[in-house]
């Protein structure tokens, strides 16, 4: 029985052969390129902000309630600067450049750098941040969609994670007492 759903194995073997310098990028690849470059390359200016952000607050954190928000904050850079290394390395397997200039790095992210007084408003800043992430990141994976399933699944887990970071954040909110309304 034929499967029909593949292409001929000689068909694929020999347009793997075309434009091997593509590396991944195959002629199956449906994006535009430059416009999935561009994408990335906003996210990947978005997560260097947080990572500016997050650190920043870590260094700047005082009061009683300090340690323990000290922490969460270094946790949550850590892992922003893994995202960050995980979109970088996906935008060089498309053939692009990261554009890690700072340079109108803030103009390319999505989120703000806030950095807020108070420990509390400066966990405020960073869950606004995190909710912009979520927004933008659900309409990344609506973009690529089945059009680039590895993108959209590096985005998925990034997703999850900023979910879990804006979690985290309204946890520590109401440990604080405070509400996350502004």
Known sequence: MKNEFLTDIQTLRQRARQHIERGAVTEGYQ???????????????????????????????SGIHAQSVRQEFMQHATEEQAHADQIAERITQLRGEPDFSPQGLASRSHSEYKEGVSITDMIKEDLVAERVAI????????????KDPTTRRMLEEILAKEE?????????????????KK
């Open 135 to 146: 927004e933008s990141y659900s309409e990344m994976i609506k973009y690529f969609g089945d």
């Open 31 to 61: 994006p535009d390129i430059k416009t999935a470059v561009r994408i990335l390359n906003e996210a990947l200016a978005t997560e260097i902000i947080c990572v500016l952000r997050y650190r920043r607050h870590y260094f700047m954190a």
């Open 164 to 180: 879990e970071h804006a979690d985290d954040l309204v946890t520590l909110l109401e440990t604080l007492g405070e509400t996350a």
